[in-house]
């Protein structure tokens, strides 16, 4: 199976995050970048459908130069290759304009199972699967929580996570999946992962080398622009109510003033 799996360098969870203040994109360069957490498990299942049908895991990204760290892991994890489209045409990108990039180079790689996780955890949008598969004309299965491909009859399913149990859904390949964190626990990279990554094939692509417009991405193709943002205001203390035998009246009268009963 020719499996293709996306990921996204992102800036670290616990790191304070601000914006750029030239054009008020985030500023990826004064804090710590990893790979989007969630994409570990996108990963994690890449590996676990070659290992059960064979085939090989191309990994796919859009990010600077630095984002070949993220590329490295996944490589490291057992990926067996990894295409990176990287440009200064890219920067500022919105949703609707990376999913069409990655389209763009992921329709050359002829994928029979495109798989991406839940969300990134800078954006939390949620909606790449959704827009890549819509761009590439492919089914998609989204929120899965269990995966199970059939090559031979060419088709994938999935237990779909909702609020009340889980959707049994099916669809002919090639398909798009987005998987959430219940999936798999991915694995850690081995050390003789780690040395084999620095040998697997990287390839690196501009906009150009894609077949993209650069004007058709990039911050000023962005569909919206942020004016202004102000960092949130520190949080204020909250009120002590001490017990007297009165507590619960004290309580009330407060809640009632806050207009919450």
Known sequence: MNIVV??????????????DASDKTVDRKSVDNVMNEMDEYG??????????????????????????ETIRKALSMGADKAVHLSDESLHGSDALSTSAALAKVISTLSPDIVITSSEASDARGGVMGA?????????????????????GAGKVSVER??????????????????????????RYP?????????????????????????????????????????????????TIVKDEGDGGAKVASYLAAQKLI
């Open 6 to 19: 996306t990921v996204k360098q992102v800036p670290d969870t616990w790191a304070e995050k601000k914006l």
């Open 131 to 151: 827009l890549l598969a819509e761009r590439l004309g492919l089914p998609q299965l989204t929120q899965a929580r269990k995966v199970t491909v059939d090559p």
């Open 43 to 68: 990963v994690e299942e890449a590996l676990k459908i070659k290992e059960a049908h064979g085939g090989e895991v191309t990994v796919v990204t859009m990010g600077p130069d630095k984002a070949v």
């Open 190 to 238: 081995s050390f003789k992962g780690i040395m084999a990554a620095k040998k697997k094939p990287l390839t690196k692509l501009s906009a150009a080398d894609a077949g993209l417009d650069a004007g058709s991405v990039g911050l000023p193709a962005a569909a919206s622009t942020v004016l202004e943002a102000q960092p949130a205001p520190p949080r204020q203390s909250g």
């Open 161 to 186: 996570l909702a609020d009340n149990g889980y959707a049994l859904v099916e669809a002919s390949l090639p398909a798009v999946v987005g998987v959430v964190e219940k999936i798999n626990q991915p």
